[in-house]
């Protein structure tokens, strides 16, 4: 049988959920389509942060815009999301990086985020627990935080319900083609026709497009990440170590500390195994920097998929083919950058033109600027 949709959306993680809670905003008829269950990719996979450092006006305006829509979340979904801006501590261990660190700090404080450079004094005042040997400076953001994603897509899913959208779950798009309208066959043999589509399946929309006759420039990594027992609150903000050998950590609300590592080199390809090596290097990273939690038990340990793109940028465009739309290769920001993207996008999806300037994101960029906050 067939069914017929103003807008598909492929992907059920947070750009995905959140792009079909503002599109039914509209009115539209939307449809939301996953390989499996809601989170089940990136997001479900995420440690939770919400920061809005980053280089460019584009990212730190959109970080900004999340901000505001994630404190919103309780009062919209009626239940809590677990948000807290509980603040994010990024760690300078050389004069280079403290020299990028002021220079941002310029940059975000012109865009109206409250940012400050701190000395390791006043790093440790703010947590007493950091190790600050070597430390030579910080930037903070004490307006930064973290949510539940869970609860985040519960939410968005409850609206979309509330709005009479479709959810088609665990059923893979196994073909997708382009006649009057888009034609999408799933596996159960559900056949979707919609007027617009929009890509967001994370580390599976590379291959999507490929469905369709697109190349996209996105390439997927796997990142690993553990989560401890609940432990008495001692961390406040989200702790980020940008040496080569460092971590970054934050304690939930819950008490478990949750957290993770860029590997060097890193691990290509759409992968869920994990490693002893990852579990016992990120302890011993974890320990150096904070001390106090040599004795704090692991209790899971999980992989997922960063989408990368050639400059640490997400794409949020219209492809060349017209009514089809791509919003991934969030570098593993996706988490935090969802509301406010997919505010903005849902809005292009609709008016067919922008309401604020993305091109920073398009599909057509170069790729030659780097976001240096990774």
Not at 257 to 272: A, E
């Amino acid at each position: 049988m067939n069914k017929t949709y103003d807008f598909a959306v492929i992907g059920a993680g947070i750009i995905g959920m959140s792009s079909a809670y503002y599109l039914s905003d509209s009115g539209a008829k939307i449809a939301v389509i996953d390989k499996s269950y809601i989170g089940s990719g990136s997001t479900g996979r995420c440690i939770s942060g919400i920061r809005q450092q980053f280089s460019t006006p584009t990212s730190i305006g959109v970080m900004k815009e999340s901000m505001s829509l994630f404190s919103r979340m309780e009062d919209e979904f009626g239940f809590s999301i677990d948000f807290a801006q509980s603040g994010y501590l990024l760690l300078a261990h050389s004069e280079e990086l403290l020299n990028t660190f002021r220079s941002n700090i310029e940059i975000q404080k012109k865009e109206g985020v409250n940012v400050s450079l701190l000395s390791p004094e006043e790093a440790s005042s703010i947590v007493p627990a950091l190790n600050t040997q070597g430390l030579l400076g910080a930037a903070y953001c004490p307006d930064d935080g973290q949510a539940y994603p869970f609860a985040t897509l519960k939410g968005y899913q409850t609206k979309i319900d509330e709005k009479k959208g479709d959810f088609f779950l665990f059923n893979p798009v196994v073909d997708f083609q382009k006649n009057t309208n888009f034609v999408v066959t799933l596996r159960d043999g559900t056949i979707i026709e919609a007027n617009k589509v929009l890509l967001s399946a994370g580390p599976w929309s590379r291959e999507l497009g490929q469905k369709i006759g697109l190349d996209l420039p996105f390439y997927p990594e796997r990142h690993e990440a553990i989560i401890t027992e609940r432990l008495p609150k001692f961390i406040g903000p989200m702790l980020v170590d940008y040496r080569k050998d460092g971590c970054y950590f934050q304690q939930l609300l819950t008490g478990q500390v949750i957290g993770c590592y860029t590997p060097d080199p890193n691990v290509p390809g759409i992968r869920q195994d994990n490693t002893l090596r990852f579990l016992t290097e990120m302890a011993k990273r974890m320990v150096r920097l904070v001390p106090e939690l040599e004795k704090a038990a692991v209790l899971r340990h999980w992989a997922g998929s960063y989408t990368m793109t050639p400059d640490g940028n997400p794409i949020v465009d219209q492809t060349p083919i017209q009514n089809l739309y791509i919003a991934s290769g969030m570098c593993g920001h996706g988490f935090m950058f969802g509301p406010g993207i997919c505010k903005h996008l849902a809005y292009y999806m609709i008016h067919d033109h922008w309401d604020t300037d993305f091109s920073e994101f398009s599909l057509n960029r170069t790729f030659q600027s780097k976001e240096s906050l990774k």
